[in-house]
């Protein structure tokens, strides 16, 4: 018999629409999915299977599909669709994956026949060796092989994220989560609803299960409610949104498809990751049912059976209007009542229960309707090619045939505790639901319904009023009448016995990563008898299903192998995500363009239009170098920029740099506590080079200290250092000196910054400045003035990063990009030239100057760097004082900074490159190779026309003179090198005076 | 002010507006040199706003105040305010005028909007009007101030584009 329509569904319109699964077009309606517009279409072949390429068809109704997932390609080739969830929609191309050269004939198969050698463990056991296999043969192989579509292309998703913050969340709109909702409307509580599907109602519309419903129609009910629900002012209802993950704190993940039944808007956000967080979490996502194992039961044809009661009433399909039935509880019973109400009849009803467990009452229900049944039976298997033509069924040790070409079936069902049990709660083994259910919860997490292992429909009510008692509502009062033939009862079964063995045949456990039940017996024997070896031994329930229809069978069948309880035997863990999420979705905005924020300075523009290249310091975008023709190379724009700045001047945009502005009573006192600098007879309106250490002793941060007067200072730091070393003083100042009265603004952004350097900066300042004296007798190096200018306020100090004549001008944003402009209004007639980061780097290590995050590291101390002169030694304290006479800090062979240059001029010694004393490296390294420490910056110095470099080497100081050697990267031979002073350039500091 | 999007129940713009960060113990004494110089006390609960039509004045902490000038002042007259104010040894004004910016977002949506960018609860109940909050927007600090009717977001003016690119991209999703 083939597939029928059931037009009493009002789920489906009767709207065509046309699609394509492997190129050939098939009609489905509006609202099917692609498994309810395939049976529809009685295409039962959906899929090859992930090992043996066996032929497998819909298993499912929902996310807890095994077996058919396809790929959509009109939609960037998105793999791994569940075509159980995934609606169609005009147009839409849908292929099945892991098949080749097509779903009917798959050379794949052949791993079938193959399967003895494919047992559990087999990649343990087989990719031992020979040696060098691995890399040439089989990662190659099974790279090829592994996985089941093909990734997407050229996807560029506009997935977004929504937070909520709610006081209760409903995860499931089915009875129990109506009725929640319905408790819960016009009170005090902020609640959200969540439901995966793109309707409410759960298993009042999957089944004929539930009558009426405070004697209405359950889909007028539904109507009701839902209205209800949209009418009040605290309860919002988010469809199509499967909660994947429930983490700590009630912190809920949720992804919601925007595009359910339609085409994808490029210019729209295809899905919403929303982040839920909430007081109360309520559990009311039901149950899934699980099946049996027997041989065969992959075979296209094998549906659950609540599955395929679902396809009748949600999608108005009858996959098969004979089928077979065969259960070992009494679930199934609706499904049977729903077939015959269709005028259908099943081809056998076989139950493995006794009579007294099926009762007289549903036996005289099959009686009456001539129903071919088979108590205390079971279905020992089914044969058929690509889809069941016979099933085997086993009664009394006799094997009768039945001709069917589906076979619906039913293990029994499982509370749906991945979430629960992802929240942490622990669950307990029920004997006479022969499931898990909730058993103590870690969070504020209530269970509702059949996910709490309650599967009367008829104590919903009184069991919401129960558990939700503590929130401040009134009682709900809903009568509830049953279809239902009979309470749920259940017979233990989680396998049957087989009678006919061939490669072939196999009886599986979990369908979606292959795994067998002889699988789980051989890994047992093998030694893996603890649930969480076995499952990673044979993958079992690892799939992108995690087992959702077969994870508690396996550990049935593994109890009863070591023959224990299932309790003592226990569960394995359910992780996030509930279900597969796209990693586009869990990115959202945070890529491309906004993959981490950008920060400008005020005169970002001026940078662009004058051929900057950009570097990434932090979320600073720094000029990097200029351009200045197309063409010109990074070598050669840097060698220019220096040479420039050396010979006349030069201008650097310094705004990234942190500033903090430290005033109180006691910022004297403050300031000799950070750092180790003394403070306290520098002249007020003076500056001062300072070093921040780590309670270690190690450096970690550097800047400038300008000193208003003892109560007033300005400090600079580093670009990247500036959010920590203003938070390190407030934490400083409130929990180890709270006695200090001291405050601390971060004026980073309050403040551009341009360094302009040069033998011709004074005369350059001097023109833009009129009013001010650079002399050097009236503006000393080290010093600072502040006066007005351009309707704000400056701040000029006269330093230098370069060792030459230098000055640091502080202005507001605001006039930043005016006074820019100005400077280089008059600096044209002195060919002043704009230099970026590079070329700063190149100056400083001309002279010697260390930057920290380069030269240091976190091991470094002011000693390596030979910065005794920065260290107060008269202070009595400062942050990290004890440390610096630690034997460990204070002995002579600890890395120390030393100059380094080759002794072959032509020779360029690159950064990060070993400094040895061995002038080659063996060729095959069997020993450890002396090591002296590294070159820690390198540079070709236009100003020498050679190269000069620094380097952190162990005893520096006692190495001047010497030769030594720097590794490279071209060959074993490495290249000779002296050791000098780091100070290249004016070591008198003419320049710097001058 | 600048009109930046208005779309969807949303409606966002930019403002010239200027910042003092005012840093004390909140006794009487700063309490009186605060009122001298403006004729204000001010707010003396943690997070509290005062508000009225020529400013914004805040407790962003135990010792922490920022006093948002709503309409442009003369920049000299904030110069000299920020000098009278540090003419006490115990308390520190920083200029914050020109070194952030400023977004008034408005409309019934502006939650929902926010939330896109922020995981920050801006429920009424939890950050009432005329409460402020300090908090990560769009992955940047923001300090944000709920004026009941619409919020006025602040930030680093280094984060101006890419701070103004994320609305706009957010409203257009």
């Known amino acids: 018999m083939s597939a029928a329509d059931n037009k009493n569904s009002s789920y489906i319109t009767d709207k065509e629409v046309s699609f394509k699964f492997d190129g050939k077009k098939y009609i489905g309606y509006e609202g099917d999915t692609i498994a309810s517009a395939l049976l529809r279409n009685n295409v039962r072949l959906v899929a090859r299977s992930f090992k043996y390429h066996r032929p497998r068809g819909i298993y499912t109704c929902g996310i807890e599909e095994p077996n058919g997932i396809v790929q959509i390609l009109n939609e960037h080739n998105e793999p791994n669709t569940r075509a159980t969830v995934k609606q169609i929609y005009e147009g839409i191309r849908v292929s099945s994956q892991n098949c080749w050269p097509s779903l009917n004939l798959d050379i794949g198969s052949i791993n079938n026949l193959l399967s003895p050698m494919f047992s559990a463990g087999f990649y343990y056991k087989t990719f031992m060796g020979p040696k060098g296999f691995w890399k040439r043969i089989y990662e190659p192989i099974i790279r090829r092989t592994a996985g089941l579509g093909k990734p997407p292309k050229e996807f560029r998703s506009k997935s977004i994220h929504q937070n909520h913050n709610v006081d209760i969340v409903i995860i499931g709109g089915g009875l129990s989560g109506l009725i929640t909702a319905r408790k819960l409307i016009n009170t005090q509580y902020d609640v959200l609803l969540l439901e995966q599907d793109s309707f409410l109602g759960g298993i009042l519309k999957n089944s004929k299960k539930i009558k009426r419903i405070n004697n209405k129609e359950p889909n007028e009910w539904i109507n009701e409610t839902e209205k209800l629900i949209k009418d009040s002012k605290n309860i919002k209802i988010l469809k199509n949104s499967l909660v994947t993950s429930y983490n700590f704190t009630n912190h809920l993940i949720a992804l919601e498809d925007k595009s359910v039944g339609k085409k994808i808007d490029n210019n729209k956000s295809e899905l919403t990751l929303h982040k839920i967080r909430t007081k109360h979490t309520i559990l009311a996502n039901g149950h899934i049912e699980r099946f049996i194992s027997f041989r065969n039961n992959d075979l296209p044809g094998v549906m659950l059976a609540a599955s395929f009661e679902k396809y009748i009433h949600r999608y108005g399909v009858v996959p098969e209007t004979s089928p077979v039935i065969f259960t070992n509880n009494s679930t199934t019973a609706s499904l049977l009542k729903s077939l015959v109400d269709l005028g259908h009849k099943p081809a056998a009803y076989v139950d493995s229960r006794s009579k007294d467990k099926i009762g007289r009452k549903f036996l005289n229900y099959l009686e009456k309707n001539n129903i071919p049944f088979y108590i205390n039976a079971e279905v020992e298997g089914c044969d058929g090619n690509k889809k069941i033509k016979t099933i085997s069924i086993k009664k009394s040790n006799k094997i009768i045939k039945v001709k069917s070409s589906m076979l619906c079936i039913s293990g029994g069902i499982n509370p749906d505790i991945h979430l629960f049990t992802q929240s942490k709660g622990l669950v307990k083994w029920d004997d006479k639901l022969v499931t898990f259910k909730p058993d103590v919860s870690f969070q504020n997490t209530i269970t509702l319904g059949s996910v709490s292992g309650n599967y009367n429909y008829e104590k919903t009510v009184e069991e919401i009023n129960n558990k939700l008692s503590f929130f401040k509502t009134k009682n709900i009062k809903l009568k509830i009448e049953l279809n239902d033939i009979s309470n749920f009862n259940i017979k233990e079964l989680w396998e049957t016995k087989h009678e006919r063995k061939s490669n072939w045949s196999k009886s599986f456990i979990d369908l979606h990563n292959d795994v067998t039940t002889k699988d789980l017996k051989q890994a047992v024997r093998e030694g893996f008898d603890r649930i969480e070896h076995l499952k990673r031994f044979t993958t079992n329930s690892m799939g992108t299903d995690q087992g959702k229809i077969s994870s508690i069978n396996s550990l049935g069948i593994v109890s009863k192998i070591l023959k224990k309880k299932i309790s003592e035997v226990g569960t394995t863990t359910y992780r996030p995500p509930y279900a597969p999420l796209s990693f586009s979705a869990i990115a959202g905005r945070n890529t491309y363009e906004f993959y981490d924020p950008q920060r400008k300075t005020p005169i970002h523009n001026w940078h662009i239009e004058n051929k900057a290249v950009f570097e990434d310091v932090g979320q600073w975008k720094r000029p990097w170098y200029f351009k200045k023709f197309e063409m010109e190379s990074m070598h050669l724009a840097v060698q220019r920029e220096s040479e420039q700045t050396r010979k006349t001047a030069g201008i650097l945009d310094g705004s990234t740099l942190g500033k903090i502005e430290i005033k109180g009573k006691d910022s004297l006192e403050f300031m000799n506590l950070i750092y180790t600098n003394a403070f306290t007879k520098m002249k007020p309106m003076s500056s001062r080079y300072a070093l921040m250490l780590g309670e270690d002793g190690m450096i970690k941060d550097d800047g400038i200290v300008c000193k208003f007067n003892d109560k007033h200072f300005i400090v600079t730091t580093t670009s990247g250092g500036a959010p920590k070393v203003l938070a390190d003083m407030e934490e400083y100042l409130q929990t180890e000196w709270p006695h200090l009265q001291v405050y601390v603004n971060s004026i980073t952004e309050q403040f551009s910054t341009f360094n302009i350097s040069g033998p011709k900066s004074r005369d350059i300042v001097s023109k833009v400045f009129t009013d001010v004296d650079f002399s050097n007798e009236n503006f000393p190096f080290m010093t600072f003035k502040v006066f007005d200018y351009m309707d704000t306020e400056v701040r000029i100090m006269r330093a230098s990063f370069t060792g030459e004549l230098g000055y640091e001008i502080y202005i507001t944003p605001n006039k930043a990009l005016e006074l820019w402009k100005k400077i280089f209004h008059f600096g044209k007639a002195y060919d002043l030239v704009a230099y970026g980061t590079e070329t700063m780097h190149l100056l400083r290590a001309e002279k010697g100057y260390v930057v920290i995050g380069q030269e240091t590291d976190g091991t470094v101390t002011p000693l390596d760097l030979n910065f005794n002169w920065m260290i107060g030694k008269k202070k009595k304290d400062f942050i990290g004082k004890r440390s610096l006479t630690r034997s460990d800090t204070s002995r002579d062979d600890r890395k120390q900074l030393v100059g380094i240059i080759p002794i072959d001029k032509s020779e360029f010694i690159e950064e990060g490159q070993h400094v040895v004393e061995s002038e080659r490296l063996p060729k095959r390294i069997t020993t450890p190779v002396e090591y002296l420490g590294h070159v820690s910056s390198s540079y070709h110095s236009p100003n020498l026309n050679h190269c000069i470099a620094m380097a952190m080497i162990k005893g520096g100081n006692k190495l001047m003179g010497s030769k030594l050697f720097v590794s490279s990267t071209y060959g074993t031979k490495n290249i000779p090198v002296e050791v000098v002073s780091p100070v290249f350039i004016d070591p008198e500091n003419k320049r710097l005076l001058s | ?173």
């Open chain 2, 1 to 173: 002010m600048t009109q930046l999007l208005s779309s969807q129940g949303i409606d966002i713009s930019q403002k010239n507006f200027q910042q003092i960060i005012i840093r004390g113990d909140g006794k009487d004494q700063f309490n009186e040199k605060i009122n001298q110089e403006i004729s204000t006390f001010p707010p003396s609960k943690n997070l509290e706003v005062t508000t009225n039509d020529k400013f914004i004045f805040a407790k962003n902490s135990f010792d922490q105040w920022s006093l948002i000038y709503l309409v442009e002042q003369d920049y000299k007259e904030i110069l000299k305010f920020i000098s009278k104010i540090n003419s006490n040894d115990e308390i520190l004004a920083s200029d914050y005028s020109y070194g952030q910016v400023y977004f008034e977002i408005s409309g019934e949506n502006k939650n929902e909007f926010l939330n896109q960018l922020t995981h920050f609860d801006l429920r009424l109940k939890r950050f009432p009007a005329f409460t402020m909050a300090q908090t990560l927007i769009a992955k940047i600090d923001c300090t944000i101030y709920n004026l009941k009717d619409k919020y006025i977001v602040t930030c680093n003016k280094s984060y101006e584009d890419y701070f103004k690119e994320r609305l706009k991209d957010s409203i257009k999703l």
